[in-house]
């Protein structure tokens, strides 16, 4: 017999057993289902395929919350960053306008070797930045001037957009710069 032939009646007896067990486990099957009846409690009923779907559509809502929830969370904390950003350039104009508005007078008289603010002049340099600036409505403005430096703090709420619906309506931003005249 060649190699092949033999190879052929192997598998054809390996078959016939296979099928020969799995007829086996039929007859097991049915008696247990028949135990079961004869116990009261009849058959385990199939799991329908409705049930299935109804399982797979509660996981997609849940998925689905939860990708709302990141991207909810990623836009509105671009928004926040970028209010932040936009606060904090305001700030660093302001301070550096500030700044800039130094004591002419003193600064002639010593010979540019005393280089100090004047309050008043570095107060409206700060004042023309943040009007020029369109800060929008509820922007705290704090602003500290001594002869050394100018200090400019701002805050400002941001309404959420999705975070709104797990509670936080609203965020407090803050920013703030401080800027000193030049000296040799």
């Keep these: 017999m060649s190699l092949l032939a033999g190879k052929l009646a192997w598998s054809r007896s390996a078959r016939r057993e296979r099928r020969a067990r799995r007829g086996g486990e039929r007859a097991k099957r049915a008696s247990s289902q028949e135990r079961r ?3 009261g ?3 385990r009923p199939a799991a329908s395929a409705t049930n299935r779907q109804g399982q797979a559509s509660v996981l997609l809502i849940g998925a689905l919350v ?3 929830a990141f991207a909810g969370l990623g ?5 926040l960053f970028t209010a932040r950003r ?3 350039n305001v700030a660093d104009s302001a301070a550096l306008a500030g700044a800039s508005a130094i004591d002419e007078p003193a600064y002639r008289e010593s010979a540019g070797s005393d280089t100090r603010l004047d309050p008043a002049g570095a107060r409206a340099a700060v004042q023309q930045v943040l009007d020029a600036s369109n800060l929008p409505r509820g922007t705290v403005v704090d602003v500290k001037v001594d002869s050394t430096r100018v200090e400019v ?5 941001v309404r959420m957009t999705f ?4 509670g936080l309506g609203e965020e407090a931003i803050g920013a703030s710069a401080a800027a000193s005249p030049r000296t040799k």
Excluded: T
Excluded at 75 to 79: C, K, L, N, Q, Y
Excluded at 163 to 166: A, C, D, F, K
């Design 86 to 88: 936009d606060l904090h």
């Design 41 to 43: 409690r009849g058959p």
């Design 153 to 157: 703090r701002l805050s400002r709420p």
């Design 163 to 166: 975070l709104r619906i797990i």
């Design 66 to 68: 939860m990708g709302l």
């Design 37 to 39: 009846a004869s116990a």
């Design 75 to 79: 836009i509105d904390g671009a928004r």
